[in-house]
């Protein structure tokens, strides 16, 4: 069900398909360049070619296949697992603005390698984090929007929102199913209800800052926190 949901986003289709091919260039660049042949000079005006490793472009390569293997697991959606202990691994990987920079790290490494698909390369990711940076400001623009809006229609007195009894009202009306936590289509429906559109990206983005521990669901402990605009809880 989670995976499915994240599949609908085209802009994580995107940013997968950008670190994959960042990653296949990595692997084609250490081979270019493990033994590296130039020409050089002799003094009899002959050349000579000499082959040795350029460590600076293998680091680069190197560096390049591991944060675009992070990439994939982050943007692929179906290996939960392993998604998970990366996000936990660097929490500001959950964040639209933490991924924006991972692909513009990576980018600027195809670009450092001056190959032509790795230009390529380079390009789609920096697309990609162009487009994350874009979701991550409308997302906080309009989790802000909704905060408030949700404080408006669900408490009879909205100078009272830090009262625990008020917000745990306000979490049940918004958990129809009545499980304990929120779901992404609940999360989804309540915005929808206040007229605060979010796009599928915007809500990955969103529901990704609220959900702490990359269960798939919000708790009343996130929900709070997001509510009260807590550290943590406003930036996506």
Not at 29 to 36: E, G, L, P
Not at 174 to 190: C, H, M, N, Q, W
Request: with cysteine; charged share 20%; aromatic share 8%.
């Amino acid at each position: 069900m989670m995976w499915l949901w994240r599949r609908t986003s085209p802009l994580r289709i995107v940013c997968f398909l950008a670190c994959l091919l960042a990653a296949a260039c990595g692997v084609g660049q250490i081979k270019r360049y493990v033994y590296s042949c130039q020409w050089h000079p002799m003094s009899n005006g002959a050349q000579i070619q000499q082959c040795a490793p350029r460590p600076f472009h293998l680091t680069i390569a190197a560096y390049s296949i591991v944060l675009s293997s992070f990439g994939c697991l982050l943007e692929l959606g179906c290996c939960g697992p392993l998604e998970r202990r990366v996000e936990l691994w660097n929490k500001m990987l959950r964040r639209a603005w933490g991924r924006s920079a991972l692909y513009l790290l990576i980018s600027i490494m195809q670009f450092a390698q001056q190959t032509v698909m790795g230009n390529i390369a380079a390009g789609l990711l920096l697309a990609a984090a162009i487009f994350s940076l874009a979701v991550s400001c409308t997302a906080t623009r309009k989790l802000s929007l909704l905060r408030g809006s949700l404080r408006t229609r669900l408490l009879d007195d909205a100078s009272a929102d830090t009262d625990e009894v008020r917000l745990r009202a306000a979490f049940d009306k918004i958990d129809t199913d009545k499980s304990g936590s929120l779901e992404p289509r609940e999360l989804a429906r309540v915005a929808a209800d206040l007229g605060v559109a979010l796009t599928p990206e915007e809500m990955h983005a969103a529901f990704a800052m609220l959900d702490h521990d990359s269960c798939g669901r919000v708790s009343f402990e996130q929900f709070r926190g997001m509510w009260l605009g807590e550290a943590g809880y406003v930036w996506v």
